[in-house]
């Protein structure tokens, strides 16, 4: 099956929640620790979640991101060189055809794009897609 | 699968074969002053397919003289490697002798004397030669052109790249990509690929608004040659909307996406394709990693970094073929496809000497009629220059080198900023300037020559910006090009250290004072990417410059201090 973006956007939408975040503490490791409070600081695996976003940004303020977690029943995306790094978490459940969703960031800087997936059994993986922020120049 | 093992044995055994009948003769064909077109087109047919690959010809219909670069640094893993190795040390690797006609077309060193003995090279008259020999060895051959074919000159400009599209519909192509193209506009490059009597290839040419691929611009394209089925991925240049003014078509979006070419190979070998070629314009070095990233391609024909190699580079098991740029070379892939694999290759990259190659003479009809209307215009002497005049290299050119001046002085400033192109032919010394030679390596949709004033701290943020385009070590992040040109500046550059920290000593040149990051300083450039850039266009700017010269001379430039090779 080929998902097209239509198809993804409107499925995500569907699975979607605002994430409501309260006051963040001003650190360098924001990002840590809201995935910490997700997490409970359980161990970060890695496998099935993926991250695909452009090695450098067309343009930073709208940056097309997808996220994709076969196994997954959440996912959530942070960026982690932005003031506020939480973007959005998914919810899966048991009729998503697809454990992926794709949406755009906007993006302060070059970055890393993180992602947290927590899986069926409980568990959590994490990946993350580092993208340039550049002003542009000249080609060959 | 065909194991690595036995593809290199296959290729080394193939390209051998070349090597002895092929490239390393020239030499001594021409100490006995016996270089003959025959000798250039001389090719044992091999196995059942033949692909003919052209890139980069940024309109040069006529022949021109191209120096290479002497300075082409490698970062990270490509430190060393070809074709990040010039000069002596190039012909050196390759086994090529002083003062043979390979020297004069790969490598740079005594330019100017050889350019004097060897003539000038290129020309879409002779390259049609080139073609149709090849043609009449293998009818079927799968002509491929890697794009930037329709940007960089004069009458190209003026009938926004009617005369190269005219030309090359000539030469009958089966497929082609695309970079510089876009700068005419996304209408004007829809009204051209809606009727083109091709396959416009793009696999990472999506639609930017959805993110979804382009309806105009296919991924590939299935061809059935020799008994088998090949199929040809395009892959276009995947910055352009950083590297350009993506205002200029904002209907597209890019990107390497190799995670899409993986799924366009899968689909095309599920279609029973036998062999995967990629025609890019991803650059040399990023095409090298996209080989060992996505499985299953063949062959990659490469383009952008207008780099030029007597052999293919294996990566993986995929080879990989630059073909040089302006017209300079075609190559030839002979590929033998069998039980549903490549099993061998033979290449050649052909020179085109223009003194050596006879003329298509229905091809240079037509290109003396595209440009006809142009000629007085462009025939006009504007200067001579005594210096040979070029571009390609790391940090400076002799071309940019005389735009940068022209700038400071016709636009009263005190840096100027050229950018980093590797396009446009060289003069050699005793050569008239033309304004056809100045639109040469000028020409392009948004030339506007702007003057404003900058910060210290902003220039410094530019040129680390621009370096990590080119020194970053992951070929992903490159761009391609060089490192943008500076004028009434010196800095230091450490090509090893990462962005932010790798330029320092920045200098204002006319009075030797250290680069103040909270000054303002006066700075006149062209080329930039933003909308609504005001100034004069950048070849009336030289050409008032050469003009009150009459004969340039260019001074070596040692403005630019690089360490951390």
């Known amino acids: 099956m080929q998902l097209t973006r239509r198809d993804l956007l409107a499925m995500a939408s569907a699975g979607m929640a605002a994430t409501a975040f309260g006051a963040l503490p001003a650190l360098a490791s924001m990002t840590d620790d809201e995935i910490a409070k997700i997490t409970g600081g359980a161990e970060l695996g890695e496998g099935a979640l993926t991250v695909t976003a452009p090695e450098i940004a067309e343009n930073g303020n709208t940056v097309p991101i997808e996220v994709s977690a076969p196994g997954a029943v959440m996912v959530a995306v942070f960026a982690d060189g932005n003031p506020t790094p939480a973007v959005v978490s998914f919810k899966f459940g048991p009729l998503n055809p697809s454990h992926a969703a794709a949406t755009r960031v906007r993006l302060a800087k070059t970055q890393n794009v993180v992602a947290i997936a927590q899986m069926e059994d409980g568990s959590f993986q994490k990946a993350q897609a580092n993208v340039k922020v550049t002003i542009g120049g000249c080609g060959g | ?565």
Request: with cysteine; hydrophobic share 40%.
């Open chain 2, 1 to 565: 699968m065909i194991s690595r093992r036995d593809f290199l044995q296959v290729g080394m055994a193939a390209s051998a074969l070349v090597g002895a009948s092929g490239f390393g003769n020239w030499a001594r064909l021409a100490a006995q002053q016996r270089l003959t077109q025959d000798q250039l087109l001389q090719f044992d047919t091999f196995g059942n397919v033949s692909l003919i690959h052209i890139t980069d010809i940024h309109a040069q219909l006529k022949p021109i003289y191209f120096r290479e670069p002497s300075v082409n640094i490698g970062v990270g893993g490509n430190k060393g490697a070809v074709p990040h190795i010039t000069g002596a040390d190039f012909r050196k690797a390759y086994g090529i002798e002083d003062g043979s006609p390979s020297h004069y077309a790969l490598s740079s060193g005594d330019f100017s004397a050889l350019a004097q003995g060897y003539g000038r090279v290129g020309g879409l008259d002779r390259v049609a030669t080139v073609i149709n020999a090849i043609r009449a060895d293998r009818p079927d051959a799968i002509l491929l052109d890697g794009g930037d074919t329709w940007h960089g000159s004069y009458s190209c400009y003026h009938t926004q790249g009617q005369d190269m599209v005219n030309v090359m519909n000539a030469l009958k192509p089966d497929a082609m990509t695309f970079h510089w193209e876009f700068t005419l506009g996304s209408d004007r490059v829809n009204e051209i690929v809606e009727n083109l009597p091709f396959a416009a290839l793009g696999q990472n040419i999506f639609d930017a608004e959805w993110d979804e691929p382009s309806e105009l611009f296919p991924p590939y394209k299935m061809f059935e040659r020799g008994g088998t089925k090949i199929a040809v991925i395009g892959q276009a240049f995947p910055y352009m909307p950083i590297a350009n003014p993506g205002w200029m078509f904002p209907e597209y979006a890019f990107g390497i996406r190799d995670e899409n070419m993986q799924m366009m190979v899968d689909e095309v070998r599920a279609k029973g394709a036998e062999c995967v070629v990629v025609l890019s314009h991803n650059g040399f070095d990023v095409d090298k990693k996209m080989a060992t990233v996505v499985n299953g391609i063949d062959v990659i024909l490469s383009g952008h970094t207008h780099d030029a190699l007597p052999e293919p580079v294996v990566a993986g098991s995929t080879i990989v073929l630059p073909s040089g740029s302006n017209g300079k070379f075609v190559s030839r892939v002979d590929l033998d496809i069998r039980d549903g694999k490549m099993m061998g290759y033979r290449t050649k990259l052909i020179p085109i000497f223009s003194d050596v190659i006879t003329p298509d003479a229905e091809v240079s009809a037509l290109i003396d009629a595209q440009r006809a209307p142009f000629e007085t215009d462009m025939a006009e002497v504007i200067g001579k220059t005594d210096s040979t005049l070029y571009r390609r290299g790391n940090f400076n050119g002799t071309w940019d080198d005389l735009i940068c001046d022209a700038l400071l002085s016709e636009r009263d400033a005190e840096i100027a900023m050229s950018p980093g192109v590797r396009w446009g032919p060289s003069l050699i010394p005793g050569q008239e300037i033309t304004r056809e030679d100045i639109w040469n390596v000028t020409s392009m949709t948004y030339p506007e020559a702007y003057r404003t004033e900058m910060t210290g701290e902003f220039i410094k943020v530019i040129l680390e910006d621009v370096a990590d385009n080119i020194f970053n070590p992951d070929p992903y992040y490159q761009q391609g090009g060089d490192m943008v040109r500076t004028g009434g500046l010196g800095y230091r550059i450490d090509v090893s250290k990462p962005q932010g920290s790798r330029i320092s000593d920045m200098t204002l040149l006319s009075t030797g004072e250290t680069i103040d990051p909270a000054r303002a300083y006066v700075v006149a450039g062209w080329a930039s990417v933003n909308e609504g850039t005001e100034g004069p266009p950048i070849w009336d700017v030289v050409e008032s410059h050469i003009r009150k010269q009459g004969t340039v001379t260019v001074q070596e430039n040692n403005s630019v201090d690089v360490v951390g090779v």
